[in-house]
């Protein structure tokens, strides 16, 4: 039975109705184990932080892929005005597209309503075959609070986490939140390079007209001043001068 062909099954089984998707497929040789790194953020924009911790996860862990899925409309985010999953999906698909082992994913994008972790990371486990294994990455801000959810210990059932080292928090408290969580949490921890940046430090610079040269990928940079986010004037295409 190939991938495909099990989705819908497993999905039903697992209670979510039919799922069609757009991930990658692995796990085709039964005699055979794979890992599979899911990155996960609000990506608004995504930046050089993030595509340096997917990569030495990608090299430290031995993972064959790993998926960048933007969140559709994130539980924690409903504060401030986010980018639209479009967006947030074409930027990242952009800043993915050079890498053979990244791989972009409207998965979560496309889901109707709220998204959870706990529910994306059921229904991938739900679509990939027992010799898969799931890694989700984390920086050490965001491992820290995943184990603080109320569905914490759905997330400890279907994956492995990944926590990366991120300027600015401390990993050693994020070790001690996991220690002493109820719930049998697999985390590796991993040291990336040091890059102190954030999507908000970069939309605060699109709004004050500075550069995100070497910030983010200059595809990204593109997207952003066509399409006028974080405050830029769009360019005017088309439009005609005052006569
Ligand atoms: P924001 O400022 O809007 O919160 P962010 O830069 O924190 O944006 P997110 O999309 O919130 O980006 O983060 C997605 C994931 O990437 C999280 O697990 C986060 O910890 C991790 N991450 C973000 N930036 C870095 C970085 N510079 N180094 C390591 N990990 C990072
Ligand atoms: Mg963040």
Redesign the pocket.
């Known amino acids: 039975m190939s991938v495909a062909d099990n989705t819908t099954d497993r999905a039903n089984e697992a209670g979510f109705g039919e799922v069609t998707h757009d991930l990658p497929p692995l796990g085709q040789d039964p005699t055979r184990a794979y890992r599979l790194g899911i990155m996960?953020?609000?990506?608004?924009p995504i930046?050089h932080?993030?595509l340096v911790?997917a990569e030495q996860a990608f090299g430290d862990l031995g993972l064959d892929l790993v998926v960048f899925m933007p969140a559709g409309r994130p539980a924690f985010k409903q504060d401030r005005k986010v980018s639209t999953g479009e967006d947030r999906y074409a930027m990242t698909l952009l800043a993915t597209s050079d890498n053979p082992h990244f791989v972009a994913s409207r998965f979560e994008v496309d889901r109707e309503g709220v998204t959870y972790t706990a529910d994306t990371l059921e229904l991938m486990r739900g679509i990939y075959p027992e010799n898969v294994t799931l890694y989700f990455i984390?920086?050490?801000?965001?491992i820290a609070d995943i184990v603080r959810w109320r569905d914490a210990h759905r997330i400890a059932a279907c994956a492995k986490l990944v926590g990366?080292t991120?300027p600015g928090y401390d990993l050693e408290s994020a070790r001690r939140t996991i220690a002493a969580s109820p719930y049998p949490f697999d985390v590796t921890y991993l040291e990336?390079p040091a890059?102190?940046?954030?999507?908000?430090y970069l939309r605060e610079r699109v709004s004050a007209g500075q550069s995100l040269r070497y910030l983010t990928p200059d595809p990204v940079t593109g997207y952003i001043h066509k399409h006028g986010l974080y405050g830029l004037q769009g360019p005017s295409f088309g439009q005609r001068g005052e006569a």
Request: aromatic share 4%; net charge negative.
């Open positions: 996960g953020g609000t990506f608004d930046h932080g993030h911790a984390t920086g050490a801000d965001a990366a991120r990336v890059l102190a940046i954030s999507s908000s």
